[in-house]
């Protein structure tokens, strides 16, 4: 069936070239001219520089971090930390001792405080004394009962004793008076070397002997190391104080604001206002213990009366020393008679300088009456010379 309708098929297939090629022919006259296309030349490429070939690096090999060793680690021995040391804090005095109000001060004091009457051959006198060791032993001062015939210890609780003499010492004005009984408040004792100008004071005494018990007055230490020098008696160490210092006064105690004997008065300058003195508490004590262990032991006496020389006085006589004791009066009959003379200047004692009179008294005072020293003073006739000198004892 097929081959019969081919010929009937072909005349279709003429008739769609026709129409495609008139359609083809159409689209040709309606498009532009296409020129041809200018053949360019092909670019060169550009000669690039020939790169050298770098050799492949050789890896650096990085050596193996070596694994550490963990060594266990030493036990700590266990410590108990060390107990803090604890601070301490001065204190604004050399003791504990809390400071009194002038009326406890007294009350504290009062029942160590005496009072001695003494009779004479002509007169009567009176003066103070304190307390200072057991047994009924009282310090006072040795012009107070050096002359007495009797002498009457009264005390604070108005009983009346009789008093012995244990001893005296005139080299510093010092007494020791026993009373028989053990009955007694002793007195507590400072440190004189301690004492400061300016510090409070309080001097307690039977001034001018007046009933109603013993006599307060107030002030301050005014001086230290001071000197009297009365004729051939020479007193030093003294404190010096504007308390007031009466008759009566005499042999009583000088305490500071804690209550303790700092100096045993003993004299006032009759042309001073408000100029007393009191013996440091450290000689008196220590001359007192002496006394009543060695009571016939008398310091020792040269005999003069003593100038202090110093540079300027010396500038001024012209003298080749600038310091020492000058010989104002020989005392005649004493140790220094026959040896020493007016304008004499002493130097040394056995060897010891000699500067000026508290040091002549020091060295008195640990040398008794009856040793032979050796003497080196100035003489202006003939110049240094040295004698033996026997010290004797000191009169009244």
């Known amino acids: 069936m097929l081959w019969r309708r081919l010929p009937e098929l072909s005349g279709w297939r003429f008739l769609l070239l026709g129409i495609a090629g008139t359609a083809i022919a159409l689209v040709a006259c309606s498009s532009p001219a296409i020129n041809p296309p200018t053949v360019l030349p092909a670019p060169q490429p550009t000669p690039q520089p020939t790169a050298t070939p770098q050799p492949t690096p050789t890896p650096i090999a990085m050596p193996r971090t070596p694994t550490p060793v963990i060594i266990p680690p030493t036990s700590t021995p266990f410590t108990l930390p060390p107990t803090p040391t604890p601070i301490t804090f001065p204190t604004p005095f050399p003791t504990s001792t809390p400071l009194l109000s002038t009326a406890d001060l007294v009350e504290a004091v009062a029942p160590s405080v005496v009072h001695i009457g003494v009779t004479t051959a002509n007169d009567t006198a009176t003066g103070t004394g304190i307390v200072f060791g057991d047994g009924g032993l009282v310090m006072t001062n040795r012009h107070v009962v050096q002359d007495g015939l009797e002498i009457r210890v009264s005390l604070s609780d108005g009983q009346v004793l009789t008093g012995e003499i244990v001893g005296l010492d005139s080299s510093i004005d010092i007494a020791v008076v026993r009373v028989n009984t053990d009955d007694l408040l002793i007195a507590a004792l400072g440190d004189s070397d301690a004492v400061r100008v300016g510090e409070d004071v309080v001097a307690i005494g039977h001034a001018l002997d007046l009933p109603g018990g013993p006599t307060v007055s107030k002030g301050v230490v005014s001086a230290l190391d001071r000197s009297i020098v009365d004729g051939s008696e020479v007193l030093s160490d003294l404190i010096q104080t504007d308390a007031a210092i009466n008759l009566g006064n005499s042999g009583g105690p000088l305490l500071n604001a804690r209550g303790e004997v700092i100096g045993i008065n003993t004299a006032k300058i009759p042309t001073g206002d408000g100029i007393g003195f009191a013996i440091g508490i450290n000689i008196a004590h220590d001359v007192a213990l002496r006394l009543v262990a060695q009571s016939s032991v008398q310091a020792g006496f040269v005999g003069i009366e003593p100038l202090d020389i110093t540079p300027t006085l010396a500038d001024q006589l012209s003298l080749p020393v600038l310091r020492g004791v000058g010989v104002l009066r020989v005392v005649p009959g004493s140790p ?55 010290l004797g004892e000191r009169p009244g």
């Open 336 to 390: 220094a008679d026959g040896v020493l003379q007016v304008d004499d200047v002493i130097i040394q004692l056995d060897g010891v300088a000699i500067p000026d009179t508290l040091a002549l008294e020091q060295f008195l005072r640990s040398h008794p009456a009856g040793e032979v020293v050796e003497i080196t003073y100035y003489r202006a006739s003939a110049g240094l010379l040295t004698d033996s000198l026997t």
